[in-house]
RNA sequence: GCUCGGGUGGUGGAAUGGUAGACACGCCAGACUUAGGAUCUGGUGCCCCAAAGCAUGAGGGUUCGAGUCCCUCCUCGAGCACCA
């Protein structure tokens, strides 16, 4: 059965396609075949409510090309999608509407899966996943119990990024300029109690698994320097003989000599200590001026270096002369020692600092090519330091940072800018972190009874918080009580105090737990202690950081992936999605991969995605990033009612290359719907019925497919995806004019299969192929096919073109010099003049240098 | 400010150091048509009747030959931004 039509009727193709794809499971793998393996992994959607936009067909299509390409070439291809469905604009709309946000997102997801699937990709959607359903969220919920048992997930009462607007906190991460990532609303330091879990303890794997896998550089880049490591040496200033000490970090232990004063951030602990008695008044000025600075201030004002003296000073440990001790914000408490040693002939920061303030500048380092002027922040030579003066740079920080540890001043040390990653959020529309707070004595009655339960669950160091003179012990949730679902709550809107919604519960808030057993009751009894919930949820990121695990299995009830299914699948071959995600999404989830592996709950791969691509963005016509306010939006929809799904397809591929950023064109879409429309024409006559195609091809067409199935291959391969259809225009303008063979037509009805599958499918099944054509081995080419027994040289002269031959293909040098000097213009260029030189490139040109 | 990545016709974009502008949009002319916003044919970087000349952000360099390699600068985009 095929759609019925006469002339290239999209709309009946693409449906009748798109029913019989889905209907019999043409995408349907199994987790064991014979064939060879490879996973292609989309970023899965947010299921917002205003559906699809233009940008997600992009990477869709572009990942729909390399799966139908694999399933031609033999393999057996996995391709799922799913929701990433938790998330604040459903919170939004639940608080608008007093509805649960699981029904407005259940609605959104059915209106995603049916604009996905109008596209035709080839998904096995048996596997679909779905990061608010309980079957789901249960394995997200057991990622954090682990995490909580191994002593990486804690309470922490620090100042947070707190975000008046959204009410809620925010990661590192999720802070870009003072301002929040989702929504652009200004955020502030506020002190919250919050779940952390220790990233940092992670920084150095993931650092090293960046080396050898296959990410875009910038990417890579931007890890790394969020990750931020730095080696450097630590070392203590004596401020009076055997009184205190300031330690300073500092990744230039080679320029100590310079050192001309030292600088506490406002917030470090020894300014009290440090400051005299007639400069307290200024100093405690200043600090309190500091602390009401926000962060963002804090940073926007960096161009002006301020600061005040304590009055204090230091000693140096190598020279022993005395330093000045000064309070400035530009140096962080949060980095390091909240101290530096500021060397202002060698560091642009210190050297402003002390041009403001008229502290001398002592140079120790000497550019061994040039005199450079201060400050000079390069590798060069030693000077002005002692027993160290003519060391390279890079030596003398080694043997000074061994002299210091022979002192005992201090060691070399490494830094980090990563911070631990805070983890809970004050929404409704999150998973409910599995935890029961019990107060101190329980818990430590507990801990002295030594039962199973605590025993095997707990972290080796209590994590616990103090409310009001109580001390409250956080204990796990049983994995057989998971999952734990969301309960009813009268409102979905959080506290403008840092209070989740889920604090209205109050029947599922309080509990009573067995601390022998972790059986949860509601009512008091024999045995039970009283217990509060945890009223925090996890942030958006936690269901991205396994999903791609979830779809090698993803109706397994027994764990979170089944091992014979990860042995199988081990991980995604491809990976494709935004750009945006760099230090979110992917630093996450290859930290949670790395402690998945870690305790075995995964066992294949230690890194989660070895082959990531990013596609560009698609801007609007007007070349502006498309929004509603610019009125620039192109919808998916209006483009498939009016030009099909494989036109829409074909043209987001043909726009540029994937990984640039470029405009839309609505007229530019004309030019690949002709060009599927030639197609239909060059297979289907007037009547709807299957043209005569001819005998034999002639030379000129057999080596145009032959050239075109290697383009198109290659172009595949290195996802080349606008120069793959542009070759296969040149062959659908030659095999116009000059007409083909069934069997060339049969071929190249194949390589158009990966990007317009729909009206590839039809003509295949109308040229009498059989039904899937994703399945039918990919077409090879042959070489010797499209080379043609006579090559083109070009003529040169000086290296300007001055004519062209054609000359038999295995021509040796003398006969195409032979026949170039019959070429009359090119002669005429020679002629009277002194030849220097000629130079043949076989095949290519042939120039001739003349004076 | 620092670190990357770009800058090619009217437009999107092609070009292992070897004929710059493939392919497509747009535009011009023609054909078929009652009609054309369908289809087909031809043309289309600049200057020009033509030849020659000039052209890949600007200027220099290496080379027989440079969009491609090197240096300086301009400019757009991305990331980082007092991380000591």
């Keep these: 059965m095929l759609a019925d039509c006469k002339n290239y009727d999209f709309k009946a193709i693409e449906s009748f396609w798109q029913k019989k794809w889905l209907e019999e499971k043409v995408f349907h793998v199994e987790n064991e075949d014979a064939k060879e393996k490879y996973y292609v992994l989309d970023m899965f959607p947010y299921p917002s409510g205003t559906g699809l936009h233009i940008g997600h067909p992009e990477g869709y299509t572009a990942s729909d090309i390399l799966t139908r390409y694999k399933w031609a070439n033999g393999f057996n291809v996995l391709h799922p999608m799913g929701w990433d469905a938790f998330g604040l604009p459903a919170e939004q709309h639940a608080i608008g509407t007093g509805q649960h946000p699981s029904i407005n997102t259940a609605k959104n997801i059915d209106r995603f899966r049916e604009q996905i699937q109008s596209f035709g990709f080839a998904i096995d959607w048996d596997r679909e996943v779905d990061t608010t359903s309980p079957e789901y969220f249960r394995w997200t919920q057991w990622i954090f119990l682990q995490l909580f048992k191994h002593g990486l997930a804690y309470i922490d009462d620090k100042p947070v990024w707190w975000c008046p607007e959204l009410r809620s906190v925010l990661a590192n991460e999720e802070v870009i300029n003072g301002r929040s990532e989702r929504g652009n609303f200004p955020v502030e330091r506020k002190n919250l109690r919050q779940w952390v879990l220790r990233i940092t303890q992670y920084a150095d794997r993931l650092l090293a698994g960046l080396e050898d896998i296959d990410w875009p550089d910038s990417t890579k880049r931007q890890q790394i320097a969020w990750i931020g490591r730095s080696e450097g040496t630590e070392l203590d200033f004596e401020i009076a003989p055997n009184g205190p000490k300031i ?108 041009q403001k303030f008229d502290i001398p500048i002592k140079q120790v380092i000497t550019d061994p090519k040039n005199e450079s002027p201060l400050p000079f922040c390069g590798e060069g030579v030693l000077i002005n330091s002692g027993e160290f003066d003519d060391l390279a740079t890079e030596e003398a920080r080694k043997k000074i940072t061994q002299k210091v540890e022979q002192l005992g001043f201090g060691y070399g040390a490494v830094k980090y800018k990563l911070r631990d990653w805070l983890f809970s959020r004050q929404r409704y529309w999150g998973e409910p972190i599995p935890i029961l707070w019990i107060e101190r004595s329980n818990y430590d009655r507990a801990l002295a009874e030594n039962n199973a339960y605590f025993r095997d669950n707990i972290p080796t160091s209590v994590v616990s918080y103090r409310k009001n003179d109580i001390e409250w012990c956080a204990i796990p949730i049983l994995e057989k009580q998971l999952p734990l679902k969301l309960p009813e709550t009268e409102t979905y809107l959080p506290s403008d105090d840092g209070e989740s919604p889920l604090v209205h519960a109050k029947q599922w808030l309080n509990v009573f737990v067995n601390l022998s057993t972790g059986e949860i009751g509601t009512e008091a009894q024999e045995g039970f202690v009283s217990a509060i919930r945890e009223t925090n949820t996890m942030p958006q990121w936690a269901g991205s950081c396994w999903y791609y695990l979830r779809y090698m299995s993803p109706n397994c009830g027994s764990a979170l992936v089944d091992p014979a299914a990860e042995a199988y699948w081990k991980s995604p071959d491809f990976y494709i999605g935004g750009a945006e995600h760099a230090v979110l999404h992917l630093l996450y989830a290859r930290f949670w991969h790395l402690f998945l592996y870690d305790i075995k709950a995964i066992s294949i791969e230690k890194e989660p995605f070895r082959k990531l691509f990013h596609q560009g963005i698609i801007l609007g016509s007007d070349g502006n990033k498309m929004s509603k306010s610019r009125g620039n939006v192109v919808n998916p929809d209006e483009v498939i009612r009016q030009y099909g799904a494989d036109s829409l397809r074909l043209y987001e591929m043909f726009l540029g290359p994937l990984d640039a950023m470029k405009p839309w064109n609505t007229r530019g879409i004309e030019g690949v719907y002709r060009f599927l429309k030639k197609v239909w024409v060059l297979c289907i006559d007037h009547e709807g019925k299957v043209k005569k195609f001819l005998e034999r091809d002639s030379a000129e067409i057999e080596s145009l497919l032959h050239e075109t199935i290697k383009k198109v291959t290659n172009d595949i391969e290195s996802l080349q995806f606008n120069t793959a259809i542009s070759q296969m225009m040149i062959f659908i303008n030659g095999a116009q004019k000059v007409g083909i063979s069934h069997r060339t037509a049969v071929i190249f009805l194949q390589l158009l299969a990966p990007f317009a599958p729909h009206i590839a499918e039809e003509l295949w099944g109308r040229l009498g192929e059989k039904f899937p054509v994703a399945k039918a081995q990919w077409p090879t080419y042959d070489a010797s096919r499209f080379a043609t027994n006579q090559m083109k040289i070009v003529l040169q002269v000086n290296g300007k073109v001055r004519g062209e031959i054609l000359v038999d293909n295995k021509a040796a040098q003398e006969i195409v010099e032979k026949i170039a000097w019959q070429q009359h213009r090119f002669v005429e260029f020679i002629s009277g003049k002194e030849i220097v030189k000629k130079i043949y490139i076989p095949g290519k040109i042939f120039n001739v240098v003349v004076h």
Excluded at 295 to 322: C, H, M, Q, W, Y
């Design 247 to 354: 330690r300073v970090y500092t990744t230039r232990p080679d320029t100590i000599c310079g050192v001309t004063f030292l600088v506490l951030a406002p917030e470090h602990g020894l300014v009290e200590k440090i400051t005299t008695v007639e400069n307290r008044e200024k100093v405690q000025g200043y600090i309190n001026n500091a602390k009401k600075k926000s962060d963002l201030e804090r940073t926007d004002l960096a161009k002006e270096k301020s600061g005040v003296f304590t009055g204090g000073f230091a000693k140096n440990p190598l020279n022993d002369t005395l330093i000045p001790i000064w309070v400035a914000d530009y140096v962080l408490v949060s980095y390091g020692t909240g101290a530096i040693m500021a060397v202002p002939a060698h560091d642009d920061r210190d050297f402003e600092f002390a």
